[in-house]
């Protein structure tokens, strides 16, 4: 029997944990390191009797931490925290915090009681009954989590955006259609369709026939989509784009620089920078 293939989504999230387990792990290594060697040069200046004490303290409480990891990963696959989820989901971390530092507390405290009289010959007392105690750990525990918590919510977006691109560059070439993204919802246009199109800050404003599309992507990807859809778009300024079927005049403007007339009424700047690109199709 052939096994269920997972939603690319969730194989794109599986596949940007691989990646973030591997330098994760060697950042709470480093942390184990640089930790450590820092309590033990304090020890030794106080003249502490176990400076080498330290060393068993970080490798439980960081050895913990890298086990619950994935309790971590499991509730950003559970509660994202993507757009029109991240307020509710948020505060459902925030309640997972307090689980994920009680079990640190009491797994790293349980290991500490039982090793520190095997390796060290004395006993090890936490103060659990100290609030201020917990409280102090809990501190920690949540920068600990949300740092844990964005690494791998970071790398799954960027995961997830080049999924989308490939998605895109297929439809492109294979549906001759654009997949644009805008407002939280995917829009459909076919590439003839689109009239022109302008960079906008980090968005590009698609212009069809009655209608305009604010998408999230660069001019320079809406151009790659639009080449691979078959289109007649060229990018004639450095924030525009035109479809040469559109183009009813080319005016100059002065310094090398011309006004695009299209046959919808608007006008469209073109930089001498770019006038290989459309000179060819000058229209009368």
Request: with cysteine; glycine share 6%; net charge positive.
């Amino acid at each position: 029997m052939e096994p269920r293939k997972l939603h690319p989504e969730i194989e794109a999230d599986r596949r940007a944990d691989r990646k973030t387990w591997i330098y994760f792990g060697c950042f709470l290594f480093a942390s184990f390191l640089v930790e450590s060697l820092s309590d033990q040069h304090l020890l030794n200046r106080v003249g502490d009797p176990y400076p080498n004490l330290p060393w068993l303290s970080q490798a439980t409480s960081h050895g913990v931490i890298l086990a619950l990891t994935p309790f971590i990963t499991f509730m950003l696959s559970r509660f994202p925290l993507s757009a029109g989820q991240w307020r509710t989901n948020l505060l459902v971390h925030a309640a997972a915090t307090i689980l994920f530092s009680v079990v640190h507390i009491l797994a790293m405290v349980a290991l500490r009681k039982l090793l520190t009289p095997i390796v060290f010959g004395i006993p090890y007392d936490f103060g659990l009954s100290n609030v201020s105690v917990w409280l102090y750990e809990y501190r920690k525990d949540v920068l600990s989590y949300s740092l844990i918590a964005a690494i791998f919510w970071m790398n799954r977006l960027v995961e997830q955006r080049a999924l989308d691109s490939r998605v895109a560059q297929r439809d492109a070439t294979d549906l001759h259609r654009l997949t644009l993204k805008s407002g939280g919802r995917s829009y459909f246009v076919n590439a003839p369709d689109v009239i022109w199109a302008k960079a906008a800050g980090n968005y590009v404003e698609v212009v069809t026939k009655g209608k305009s599309y604010l998408a999230r992507l660069t001019l320079t990807e809406l151009l790659r989509l639009l080449d691979a859809a078959g289109g007649r778009h060229v990018r004639v300024h450095r924030s525009h784009i035109v479809n040469l079927d559109h183009v009813q005049a080319i005016e100059p403007t002065g310094e090398g620089d011309v006004t695009l007339r299209l046959d919808t009424g608007d006008e469209v700047p073109g930089s001498r920078r770019y006038r290989a690109q459309f000179e060819p199709e000058r229209v009368a």
